[in-house]
């Protein structure tokens, strides 16, 4: 499968601070990447879809001012958590599709660990 | 609303025994059905999928069986080993531009 990179692994954070994610596509072009948080002990929950080179696509909830996603080349795409507070505290993984397997195929990265003080 | 849901939410199993995860969907138009592997503080991993034109499909010691009239696929381990403890996600796809729609995990503890 494809390979993913995410930087950093782990970042903290004061309050009011913003923070980049970068997600990498190491060995494929991705069309289309996903940007997902999850809560301790729970499921992934699909923030938004970007494809690249145009606006990404957020799920109900995500507030798209606050978590900024730019998908810029086949093989990147960053997502900022703009103005963050302790509720923002998670972890952020992305994933890409479109990585020379079946369309519907996503590949994970490491994921982001966030802890805003 | 969940459209896939998983069951158990943990599961402990001896060291080789047969570690069993069930997911039901309900979404008529999923055409795509992977498993994926997490272990802690890693993102997760595709182990396995499956398309509803097949019953059943074997990897090594994990196979996925499906019933497309059920609404029903699940993931089974075989010889179950202390590393496969780790929690597993089912998911599907199909109805909207390659999303995956998640179960909500199963922790497994396979006992040495």
């Known amino acids: 499968g494809a390979v993913v990179s995410q930087h950093p692994s782990r970042v903290i954070c004061k309050s009011g601070t913003s923070v980049k994610i970068e997600c990498r596509s190491l060995?494929?072009?991705?069309?289309?990447m996903f940007w997902y948080r999850q809560f301790p002990k729970q499921s992934l929950m699909l923030m938004a879809t970007?494809?690249?080179?145009?606006?990404?696509?957020?799920e109900q909830g995500v507030e798209k001012d606050k978590f900024l996603i730019n998908h810029a080349s086949l093989t990147l795409s960053t997502l900022t958590v703009t103005s963050a507070h302790p509720e923002d505290s998670s972890f952020y993984i992305c994933?890409?599709?479109?990585?020379?397997?079946?369309?519907?195929?996503?590949?994970f990265g490491p994921g982001t660990r966030l802890t805003v003080l | 609303q969940q459209q896939v849901k998983q069951s158990p939410q943990s599961l402990i199993v001896q060291k080789g025994g047969i570690s069993i995860i069930n997911c039901a969907y309900e979404?008529?138009?999923?055409?795509?059905f992977p498993w994926y592997q997490q272990f802690p503080g890693k993102g997760p991993a595709l182990l396995i999928a499956?398309?509803?034109?097949?019953s059943e499909k074997k990897e090594g010691r994990f196979t996925i069986s499906f019933n497309k009239s059920a609404k029903q696929f699940s993931l089974h381990i075989m010889d179950s080993q202390p590393g496969d403890s780790a929690t597993y996600f089912c998911?599907?796809?199909?109805?909207?531009?390659?999303?995956?729609?998640f179960g909500g995990g199963t922790r497994l503890m396979v006992k040495p």
């Open positions: 994933s890409i599709s479109g990585a020379g397997g079946p369309a519907d195929t996503q590949y």
């Open positions: 060995d494929f072009q991705a069309t289309t």
């Open positions: 970007s494809n690249e080179g145009s606006k990404a696509t957020y």
């Open positions: 979404n008529t138009a999923f055409d795509y």
């Open positions: 499956i398309r509803p034109d097949v």
């Open positions: 998911a599907a796809s199909g109805d909207a531009g390659n999303m995956l729609t």
